[in-house]
Structures are given as structure tokens and as C-alpha cells.
């Protein structure tokens, strides 16, 4: 059983919009700190949005206004909604599970497949 399963990734034209969604299994997302990252490239992965303790606490300035993540306890399911998306958002996108997430990527306790998105100009 895989813990997370990514899913929504694809390519898009710059404006449109894309809905991710990473739904656990094998353990509840209330019991941890839940999160979107993004790898642009190589190491460069870094921390999108992010909730604690059922709070939104963090967004990335460049995604800010943008991207929204929410959480679906029925379905144990975590969400990252993209509006006016650009060039620039291409990515792997990876959704994380555990008691502390970080800034950057990391060997966190749950961490999904990753899911492609690809924003041409």
C-alpha cells in the first residue's frame, strides 16, 4: 500500500488552472503537519504551502494570492488548488506527512510520488 497518491499533474497554458490532490493511506493526515513542496530542478525543492495543526502557517511569496491548499478529513485527502498559473510554477510537485516539515525537501515520514506540471507560455 502506497502511503500518498498524487494526482492532477499535466501541462497547461499560462492563466490556467490545476487542482493536485495526495490522499493518504495507512495513517490519518490530522495526526501530522501536511504539505506541498515543488523540485524546479536538481535540489532546488522547496516548501509551497503548508498546514499545521489544521492551520494554514505558510505560503510561498511567489504562489501567494495563487495557489491554496486545503484539507479533506473524510477523504484523507489533501489539495493544492493553482489559478493563473505560469512558466515559472513548472515543477514536480510532491505532497509530505510528518510531525515537522521543514523549508526544504527532506526524507520526511510520508512523501508522495510527485505529479509533473508544466506551464508553457
Known amino acids: 500500500e502506497v502511503p500518498l497518491v498524487e494526482s492532477g499533474g499535466g501541462s497547461v497554458q499560462a492563466g490556467g488552472s490545476l487542482t493536485l490532490s495526495c490522499t493518504a493511506s495507512?495513517?490519518?493526515?490530522?495526526?501530522?503537519?501536511m504539505a506541498w513542496y515543488r523540485r524546479v530542478s536538481g535540489d532546488d525543492c522547496y516548501l509551497v504551502t503548508k498546514i499545521d495543526d489544521g492551520v494554514l502557517t505558510y505560503i510561498t511569496p511567489p504562489v501567494k494570492g495563487r495557489f491554496t491548499m486545503t484539507h479533506d478529513k473524510r477523504k484523507n485527502t489533501v489539495y493544492l488548488q493553482m489559478n493563473s498559473l505560469k512558466p515559472e510554477d513548472t515543477a514536480v510537485y510532491y505532497c509530505?506527512?510528518?510531525?515537522?516539515?521543514?523549508?526544504?525537501?527532506?526524507?520526511?515520514?510520508?512523501w508522495g510520488q510527485g505529479t509533473q506540471v508544466t506551464v508553457s507560455s
Open positions: 509530505a506527512a510528518d510531525t515537522y516539515l521543514f523549508s526544504g525537501c527532506r526524507s520526511y515520514k510520508y
Open positions: 495507512g495513517f490519518s493526515f490530522d495526526d501530522f503537519d
